[in-house]
């Protein structure tokens, strides 16, 4: 019986200092791990003191970037830090040191226009009646005064001809040389205006930029009419015009910079990515 009693009391030994063990086990905090990959954002070298962000250093945004109109605008002349996080032959991604700011540079020109998707070329004589009626009163000064020179611009139409109701009318404009749309034409018959903006590529997206209107008073940009000495009276057509439809030749600019900022930021007030 003795024997029996003490291998009895030997496994109820072992049996509460495994169970001990395990307690002492799960009151412990375990310790998170980290594995090395490509979700790893910031990481610091403690022995070189050495900080890494998305596996680039830190350096002094470039100034090509820095001196840019947007960035400028956004952060003011000063120096920061940024680390090169993506780059292509055409853009170039920083990330702002600390203050949870991107900025993508578009180092080169954009290549490409908008597609032309009207092919009806303007021809006055050969418009429907519909057009016949208003359309050439109004936009046939302002075509003669400015769009034939150095080059007659090709202008076009949609297929389909305007109701007869029709209040605007839409035209687009092309270089010879170019096959996409160079100018974006508004005519409005009411008022009598033209408005003539130029397509203009920005971090590779397209955006209209008004250029030309032949009423200052009945535009959205804030133009200011020529107020120089003049040999003759104005045109009644232009009595309030302002600009030139080819103020800009080459309207794919060569560099831009496309700012966004995290939620994270205190000004940001849709708690998402934003774009400057």
């Not at 009391?9 to 002492?24: H, L, N, P």
């Not at 790893?40 to 001196?67: G, I, W, Y």
């Not at 040191?97 to 004589?125: E, M």
């Not at 429907?128 to 090709?154: C, G, H, N």
Request: with cysteine.
């Amino acid at each position: 019986g003795a024997p029996a009693s003490a291998a009895t009391a030997a496994a109820t030994a072992v049996t509460a200092a495994a169970a001990e063990r395990k307690s002492a086990e799960s009151s412990c905090e375990s310790i998170p791990e980290v594995s090395a990959s490509s979700e790893l954002v910031v990481e610091v070298d403690v022995q070189v003191m050495q900080l890494t962000l998305k596996a680039s250093h830190p350096q002094t945004l470039p100034s090509e970037v820095a001196r840019l109109k947007d960035v400028v605008d956004v952060f003011g002349d000063v120096s920061m830090q940024a680390c090169l996080t993506e780059q292509t032959v055409a853009r170039q991604c920083y990330r702002l040191v600390g203050r949870d700011h991107d900025i993508a540079y578009w180092c080169n020109k954009d290549p490409k226009l908008p597609a032309l998707d009207h092919f009806r070329a303007y021809y006055p004589d050969e418009l429907y009646p519909s057009e016949k009626i208003w359309l050439p009163s109004v936009f046939e000064p302002v075509r003669r005064a400015y769009l034939t020179f150095p080059v007659p611009l090709e202008i076009f139409l949609p297929e389909a001809p305007l109701p007869e109701d029709a209040q605007v009318a839409y035209l687009v404009g092309k270089q010879p040389e170019h096959s996409g749309v160079w100018r974006e034409i508004f005519v409005y018959r009411a008022r009598r205006v033209v408005h003539v903006y130029r397509i203009e590529s920005y971090g590779r997206r397209f955006y209209r930029s008004v250029e030309y209107t032949s009423d200052a008073r009945f535009c959205l940009r804030d133009m200011q009419p020529s107020y120089g000495h003049r040999s003759d009276l104005w045109p009644e057509w232009e009595r309030h015009g302002a600009g030139h439809p080819y103020t800009v030749l080459d309207s794919r600019l060569a560099l831009s910079a496309v700012i966004t900022r995290e939620w994270r930021v205190e000004a940001n007030l849709s708690l998402g990515t934003e774009t400057y």
